[in-house]
């Protein structure tokens, strides 16, 4: 590991980082609620990865899941409701270098936030972006969100939800650039862990949606997905999501998809008879906003006042 | 043609020309030329765009009147000034709305269009004639000319080719340097390349002769200054957005986030052409609130950011700023002012925005606030901006307006430096030791850890937080913070100097402005002084937090006023109690608790001086009958 100091010397130093290195404030999430296993498999990947704590920035907006940089031992920003991706590609753009985290909810990202959901994907920032999607809004205590299934009752409809859920997946898949979509459950750890790390890895903005329980207000709607394995579909292939025998176990409905293949990922997320998990698309080539938005970092600013003089010289009379 | 042919013209101090036109037929770009081509001269010079009141406006309509203004002069102009002295116009119809605006005096000389006298349309024929007889019953002196039919011979698309004729007729009757005019050209059309070029600068050169033919009682010189009066130093020539795109790049500022409004996009637009040159890039956010949150990310992570935006834009952002006040995150808004509220008035000017800036958050949310007075200060003012920021871990806003984002005019070129521009990242350990907000109780300040600053890990929240950043919603912790955030002000403001009273310290009448109108008060002030009265005035640079001393300096004149472009009632419909002030009075009656009037309309265009005027010798004759 290495790092630049102030003066521009380089500092060379060895760090083992453990995971009580990314140990932030003790999570306040209500007992059972499914961020908190999140929270432990990007703290286990963060150790396993050996991401300096002091270049790693977790970026979110404001509901349950975006307490998550709070518990995180990293840089965070607990930004707006619906903002956290403005925030964070702006963290990037000028400091490319920086391990960028984003937790964002269904509320967040797919409704108050989603202008720049579609921008975010289309910028392609090398960031993890991560939807805590519990189809409700938990933190301002149970209205419909926009995967809240039609009929779920809830407190802004008592009567049951009018409209049909927001399908993020094909939405996502639908945006120009989009380079890298999985969907989870936050129940299958190891699942989470392998999506979290290829997303890691990935560079551009991969797109985890985290269907997450909520047992507080979402109990029934998520009973109902846990108690029956063959609402899923597991998504399998060797350029997918390594899936280990605890993961094949409990998801028995199968389906080898080249993750390359963006037609047959726009089929997968516009199936409505099963909810695929794993990865649907990914591309690695896609062209990421960063490079463009950190050109003339590595100038002087002896060379920056040169060229200042230069286009001043431009409108000097 | 020999440059600098002055026998026989009039020489003159000042003088004030218009070009008017249908929207697209060039008379901006003309104008532009022209004025660039005095400035470089040495003349002082104040330019301004008539912007028509639609978007589309139909041919020959009054509504549709497009052009520019020009006001040239022996020494410095910070003004439109008054009514024009010479008047070219490409058709009759457009000419009302200006008189309507009262642009001329009698004795304005008019170069107007004759081309419609032989329309085929009977209507536009009659429709011509008419306003003649009425322009010279207005007492206009009428010079009809035959410019397109003149333009034919050269160009066969004369609508577009004729503002570079009109040019050369300028630059003849103002005895304007021809070579420099020429060069001049070549620049305005240098990406079109050589042939339009060429074409451009023979249409010059038949306006030239075409005046000298045609007009040669109209010469006149306004002589520059003495090349020992500008001293020896260069001057740049630009408006106010450009000066603002200077500003950025000065301060060393690497990162522009924006989104399109008007009038501001123009100085995304020059940053966007030049920015790369100094590292530095333009982002074009989604939507405004993106714009300020990328902004607000990048300052985070130690690149300190600017947003340009305007009045729609800054309520759009109004809960960022609050965030960035909250979590003091240093921060540079330009609000670059227009009509409000609402869409409003796009392309005019208004100061409309000084307590949406000051107090449109939510909470008690203290920001510095500044306003640029000239074009020259909307460059330093950037630069002084991002110092501030950094300094106070503060957002800062930047007001200008649409006067000072399309006025153009010379100013002393920056010496500029190194030290102005942002330090490099500090990428130091953090003192483990040291809470992210290490409040100092007596000025409020903290330095800030910087992400890769090893041991400097917080989470940043807008939510009420400690000194550590933890959330915290107990009463002692939301207090101390709101605390923290009011004393940067308090420390701020106690590094600023009362601000100079532009005439006597003392008299009948002074009164106080901010921004744009800073050179036609002054203007007008002078004009009053010379006629023996006791008024003075004072402008504001300052406005959160105020200048020092300002009760001190109000209690030495019998009455204090304000002059803004915003609205407030008319004292005449409502008085006392319920009448609504202008934004400067409700600011300076709270801060000063004094009694302040106003002065202000909305009219949608800068303050002129004879207006001013007008409105002083008003109140001074109210103070007399009080007496
Ligand atoms: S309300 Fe629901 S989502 Fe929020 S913390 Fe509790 S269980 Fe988790």
Redo the contacts between chains.
Sequence with gaps: MF????D?SLEVFERYFTLGDYA??EARWCPGCGDHGVLTAIQKLLRDEQV????T???SGIGCSSRL??Y?????????HG?A???????????P??DVWVATGDGDCFSIGA??W??AIRYNMDMVVMIFDNAIYGLTKAQTSPTSPKGMKTNTHPFGAFVEPHNPLTVTLGITNVSFVAQVVDWNPPLVYEALKAAHRHKGTSFVRIIQRCPVYAEPYIKELQSDPNRFLLLTHDQGLPVNTSVTRQFPNQLVHNPRDLPAAWNVAHDNSAIPLGLLYHNPDAPCYED????????T?????Q??????D???? | MANGETAGAVQLREHIVEIVSDSGEGAQKAGQTFG?VC??MGNGVWTVEIIPAEIQPPARSPAGASGIRIRLATNVVTNMGDEADLVVAFNEQVLYSRIANGAYREGTKLLLEKKWQEDPQPEIREQYAKAIEEFKTNGLEVHELAIEKACLIHTNNPRRGKNMFVLGMLCRIYNRDLNMARAEIANTFKRKGEKIITANQKLFDAGCAFAEEHIPELCYVVPPRSEADLGGR?????NGN?AVG?GV??A?M??V?MYPITPATSASHYLAD?F??????V?Q???E???I???????????T?CTITSGPGIALKT??IG?AVMAEIPLVIVDVQRGGPSTGLPTKVEQGDLLAALYGATGDAPKIVLAAATIEECLHYVILARRLAEAFRIPVILLTDANLATGVQ?YP??D???QW?AP?????DWDPEIPPYHWDVNTGLSPR?I?????????????AHTKYS??AYDADSNQRGCEMRSRKLTSFAATLKPPQVHGDPEGDLLIVGWGSTLGAIEEAVDRVRAQGQKVSSLHLRFLSPMEPGLKAIFERFRKVMTIEINYSDDPKVTSGETRRLAQLAWLLRAHTCMEIDCWSVVYGHPLQPGLIHKVIDGRLANLTENA
């Design positions: 790092g630049l100091k102030a521009w932030g404030g300096a704590p002091e270049s920035v977790a970026v940089p709070h995180l031992g990293t840089y965070g920003f607990h930004s707006l903002r991706l403005p925030v964070a590609c702006g963290v990037k753009s000028r400091r270098e920086l202008g720049h579609i921008y463009s938005s950190s050109i003339g970092m590595d100038m600013p002896e060379t920056r006042l060229a200042l003089n230069r286009v001043l431009t409108l000097t009379i | 660039t400035a470089k260069k001057f740049l020539v630009s450009q200077l790049m000065a060393g690497e990162l986030s030049v790369h040159n100094t590292g530095g890039f982002h956010a989604e939507d609130i993106a714009a949150g990328f902004a607000i990310g990048a300052s985070f992570a130690g690149k950011a809960e960022m965030l010379p070129r920056p500029v430096s190194t521009f490099p990242l500090d990428q130091s850890p992400p890769g600053m090893r041991d400097g890990n917080y989470i940043l929240t807008g939510l933890k959330v």
